[in-house]
T-cell receptor
Framework: GEDVEQSLFLSVREGDSSVINCTYT??????LYWYKQEPGAGLQLLTY?????DMKQDQRLTVLLNKKDKHLSLRIADTQTGDSAIYFCAEISGGYQKVTFGIGTKLQVIP | GAVVSQHPSWVICKSGTSVKIECRSL??????MFWYRQFPKQSLMLMAT?????????EQGVEKDKFLINHASLTLSTLTVTSAHPEDSSFYIC??????????FGPGTRLLVL
């Protein structure tokens, strides 16, 4: 079945870059997503990448996809304290219906 | 655009009562909505897929008679937790399907069953 793995915790200093990594198992994944969850809140879609792309940049966010290794990463440039949250990697496969989430990486930004 | 709301944002109820949670897509229509459950320090687990005008599709291990889902219109889906028990206490999040397979999530509903 589908499985998505992430490291649990990342701590960076304000102004540095953050890189959050994710691996997935389903080679038929069509879209891969990054969601942000602030404390006590729902999920906010940050960005997504189609499986035939290897990079997508959106302002401070850069998504890299290595389809051969089934590895996805999210880079946040100039990390701010407001970026402190839990970041979920997710893949969609088997058509539109099924989204599988990783357990989430808690990003702590130190002022 | 693509705003999804949930109501209530949190609810405390006694064991044995039923609780209804509403999920609305405010500025778009969604033929498909999804209900997730999140336990503390865990990821989201898909409970069911709700299709407008038809029966919901439940994930394995989710009791359809306990978690009643109704998707009566293109902008509203409801989840009713029937005869709630303390183990049903959780964070329930809905999402509505957007284009390109994306999902837009509601803010979540915290349920505490005493």
């Amino acid at each position: 079945g589908e499985d998505v793995e992430q490291s649990l915790f990342l701590s960076v200093r304000e102004g540095d870059s953050s890189v959050i990594n994710c691996t997935y198992t389903d080679s038929s994944s069509t879209y891969l997503y990054w969601y942000k969850q602030e404390p006590g809140a729902g999920l906010q879609l940050l960005t997504y990448i189609f499986s035939n792309m290897d990079m997508k940049q959106d302002q401070r966010l850069t998504v890299l996809l290595n389809k051969k290794d089934k590895h996805l990463s999210l880079r946040i440039a100039d990390t701010q304290t407001g970026d402190s949250a839990i970041y979920f990697c997710a893949e969609i496969s088997g058509g539109y219906q099924k989204v599988t989430f990783g357990i989430g990486t808690k990003l702590q930004v130190i002022p | 655009g693509a705003v999804v709301s949930q109501h209530p944002s949190w609810v405390i109820c006694k064991s044995g009562t039923s609780v209804k949670i509403e999920c609305r897509s405010l500025d778009f229509q969604a033929t498909t909505m999804f209900w997730y459950r999140q336990f503390p320090k865990q990821s989201l687990m898909l409970m069911a897929t709700s299709n407008e005008g038809s029966k919901a599709t439940y994930e394995q291990g989710v009791e359809k008679d306990k978690f009643l889902i109704n998707h009566a219109s293109l902008t509203l889906s409801t989840l009713t937790v029937t005869s709630a028990h303390p183990e049903d206490s959780s964070f329930y999040i809905c999402s509505a399907g957007g284009g390109r397979g994306t999902q837009y999530f509601g803010p979540g509903t915290r349920l505490l069953v005493l």
